[in-house]
Each structure stands twice: as structure tokens, then as C-alpha cells.
């Protein structure tokens, strides 16, 4: 079993969880051969598995992700009716929050929907600091099928909270376009800050 610490995420959503921070520890080493400051970085369990996946598309990762997260899970099942994905933000030959999304579904018998769309290519906020211009960013981004959220209780899942303005965002457009009856949210990891 993985260890996890989880932590509460704060949002416009009724309960949020991430199970672990990002990382415990980040220690600059030096720059690279390019001029690129790089660091040590140490991270809990569940954040290295995440990190595996995410960024070495080691898929070997994803099972004890989802296990760990199913469980945890698993006492509230009850609670919702499906699951919706974060539309990921980078295309990847494999989508961690996808495959994440659909392993943890299956194992706790919840049905997984990716009904939330973009109307157009979202832009990487990771880099970006200032509330007011992330707002602007995700203005009218998402969009969602009505026929999947209309008086159901959403399960949101993303691998990864930062500042929680995307997660605000589509939480925004699940209750007034899709007519969702709750919206909390899941993550694996958290960063220690909000940007």
C-alpha cells in the first residue's frame, strides 16, 4: 500500500482531497549545460509514482496509483454518481489524468465521462502568476455535455492542484451549464504553493 498524507483543497467545489503533496523538498544543485537551474527534488510516495507517469510515461507507475487512490475513495463512493476528468492541458502520447481517471473508476464501480470539452487549445497556466491574467486564460474555455451532469453528484479528478483556477473554472461550468447537483474534487498531489 502506498503511503499518503492526504490534504484538503479549497475551491469553489463543496470537499476537495489531494492525497499527498507534490513534493516534500526541492534543492537547487547548480545549472545545467544550457543555463537551466536544476534541482534535487525529494517527493512523498504517491508523488514519485505521479512523477514517473506523468513525466517518464512509466505506466508501470499507474497501478499503485490507482489502487491507493480507489481506496481512499472507497467510503465515500456512495456520495457520487460519476467521475469527470480534467480535459488535460498538454498533449501527451499517454494521459496520465485519463488513465488515472478510468483505473480509479473501474475499481470503485463509478462510471467515468469525459463530457467536459475546450473551445479552444488551452494554455499552460503553470507559468503563469497572476490571478487576473489566469482568469482571462480559462474565460469561456471549458464547455460541458449536459446529458452527463444534469442532477448528478461529480466527482472531479485531476493528477495535480496548483492554484485551483482550472478546477474553479470547470467546477463553474459543471453547476450553471451542467446543472450538476455537487461538485467536490480529487487530486493525486498538491503543490506547496498556489502557482
Known amino acids: 500500500m502506498t503511503a499518503i498524507n492526504p490534504q484538503r483543497i479549497e475551491g469553489r467545489w463543496l470537499a476537495g482531497i489531494a492525497l499527498d503533496f507534490h513534493t516534500t523538498r526541492s534543492t537547487p544543485i547548480g545549472p545545467n549545460a544550457q543555463g537551466h537551474m536544476q534541482f534535487e527534488t525529494l517527493r512523498p510516495e504517491i508523488a514519485e509514482l505521479l512523477y514517473r507517469l506523468k513525466y517518464r510515461q512509466d505506466r508501470s507507475a499507474a497501478q499503485a496509483i490507482i489502487t491507493t487512490a480507489a481506496n481512499f475513495l472507497k467510503p465515500y463512493r456512495p456520495k457520487f454518481d460519476v467521475i469527470i476528468p480534467v480535459p488535460p492541458s498538454t498533449p501527451r502520447a499517454l494521459q496520465p489524468v485519463i488513465l488515472l481517471a478510468n483505473g480509479i473508476g ?35 474555455l471549458y464547455t460541458v455535455d449536459t446529458r452527463h451532469t444534469a442532477r448528478r453528484r461529480v466527482l472531479l479528478f485531476d493528477d495535480l492542484f496548483r492554484s485551483g483556477s482550472t478546477m474553479n473554472a470547470i467546477t463553474d461550468v459543471l453547476v450553471q451549464t451542467g446543472q450538476a447537483a455537487s461538485v467536490c474534487t480529487l487530486t493525486i498531489t498538491r503543490t506547496r504553493s498556489r502557482h
Not at 499552460?124 to 482571462?136: A, H, I, T
Open 106 to 140: 473501474a475499481a470503485v464501480g463509478l462510471p467515468v465521462i469525459n463530457c467536459v470539452g475546450t473551445t479552444r487549445t488551452p494554455a499552460q497556466l503553470k507559468g503563469v502568476e497572476d490571478p487576473v491574467r489566469r482568469e482571462q486564460l480559462l474565460n469561456g
